[in-house]
């Protein structure tokens, strides 16, 4: 039966076969085998990846403001529990540290990444956009305003 009439089914000459698993055993025979130091660090790596991905996700959650305080709360902590346990203390002490560091750092970066300057306001069609309530700062500055308006100059 040839291959080009109907109803014919594929099947493979051995022929064929034993060439491929010939092909496929020397395939095997000329990769090297990975070094078992080289898995050992792509593992390794993969691990580390891993982690510092998990560690930026859960640091994403809060803001640079936040992880400050936080450091000045351990930094406080740490100088109260100094005379109990002073290891501890200085090992708090260099994370505290460490955290603000990281932190004010961070603060840095995601003002730079989000365009600069925070003070310059956004506007549209010739006016100001302002989602929020004011702020202390904005009160007390309209209210110092306001005050020096009403007084009379020339006492």
Known sequence: MDWLEPGWTHRMPDRIE???????????????????ARRIGRRVGSFFAS????????L????????????LAA????????????????????????????????????????????RIEKRWRGQAIDYGEPTI?????SWWQNKSRRQPRGR
Do not use: H, K
């Open 18 to 36: 034993r060439e491929i698993e010939d092909i496929l055993s020397r395939i095997d025979d000329f990769l090297p085998e990975e070094r078992r």
């Open 51 to 58: 982690a510092a991905g998990a560690l930026r996700d859960t």
């Open 60 to 71: 994403s959650r809060f803001s640079p403001g936040t992880l400050m305080l936080a450091a």
């Open 75 to 118: 930094f406080i902590a740490a100088l109260v529990i100094d005379s109990y346990t002073p290891t501890l203390a200085r090992y708090m002490i260099i994370a505290s540290v460490a955290v603000f560091l990281g932190a004010l750092v961070l603060s840095l970066v995601r003002g730079a990444s989000r365009g600069g300057n925070p």
């Open 137 to 141: 700062g904005d009160r007390l500055r």
